[in-house]
């Protein structure tokens, strides 16, 4: 039986950051539990075969809200990458709009 003053549903990025802010209010008997025995829910870094893949969590660098992106950002410590990324799309454009344009 888990005996806690607070108990955390899930140990992902939420789970964690929710935990560090209860602690912080001065609550120390805090379980935290999730379905899988590793922390990180969808944000981790995998090891395969010697290669290391870090999965997920990048949502968070793109917040909007820059008090939140900080905050997040400072429960890093600094580990952090950043990447500038560039999308491509694939336009279809219908005969109707290639024939009216003269681009066919």
Do not use: Q
């Not at 003053?5 to 008997?29: H, M, P, Q, R």
């Not at 809200?65 to 997040?72: A, D, Q, R």
């Not at 410590?77 to 344009?101: A, D, M, P």
Request: charged fraction near 15%; charge should be positive; hydrophobic fraction near 45%.
């Amino acid at each position: 039986m888990i005996v806690a003053d607070v108990l955390i549903l899930g140990c992902g990025w939420a789970g964690i950051t929710t935990a560090y802010y209860v602690a912080k209010k001065g609550i120390s008997n805090i379980a935290c539990i999730d379905v899988n025995n590793t922390l990180g829910g969808l944000m981790k870094t995998v090891n395969e075969n010697d290669f290391v893949f870090d999965i997920g969590g990048s949502h968070i660098i793109f917040s909007p809200n820059k008090h939140t992106l900080e905050e997040l950002l400072s429960l890093l410590n600094g580990n952090i990458v950043k990447h500038r990324r560039k999308v491509f799309h694939t336009i279809h454009l219908s005969n109707f709009l290639l024939n009216s344009l003269s681009i066919r």
